[in-house]
């Protein structure tokens, strides 16, 4: 991804990111014929032309049953990585900076505090 601010570093990888542990990237390229040698690297620019060949072929008409299946599993994907957890917002120093700034009262974290240890 491209720097889209001063402090923001790019990565040239991000197109096809991973995490390296997962194998998946490497399965991709391997399952396709495209194999890094030894502690090598992939040849220069082969993920990114792959993920130009797969445009242009999904692209394509001959490709339904394909795209199909693609589709599918990046949905049934997805929707494994939504959660009902609810995600805690609040830390212990953005409380005490809004129990400061009087956005909390300090008498109600009190009795709400005292609440929970009972």
Do not use: C, H
Not at 29 to 35: A, D, K
Request: glycine residues 8%; positive net charge; hydrophobic residues 40%.
């Amino acid at each position: 991804m491209p720097a889209s601010t001063e402090t923001q570093k790019g990565t040239a990888m991000d197109y096809l990111a991973a995490p390296r542990d997962s194998g998946i990237v490497k399965s991709i390229m391997g399952l396709i014929g495209f194999e890094a040698p030894k502690g090598g690297r992939l040849p220069a620019g082969v993920k990114y032309d792959t993920l130009i060949a797969l445009n242009e072929i999904l692209a394509s008409k001959d490709t339904g049953d394909f795209s199909s299946m693609l589709a599918t599993r990046v949905v049934e994907l997805q929707g494994a990585r939504r959660t009902t957890t609810s995600k805690v917002a609040a830390t212990p120093e953005s409380i005490i900076a809004a129990v400061k700034s009087g956005k909390i009262n300090l008498a109600e974290l009190k009795s709400a505090l005292s609440s929970i240890e009972s």
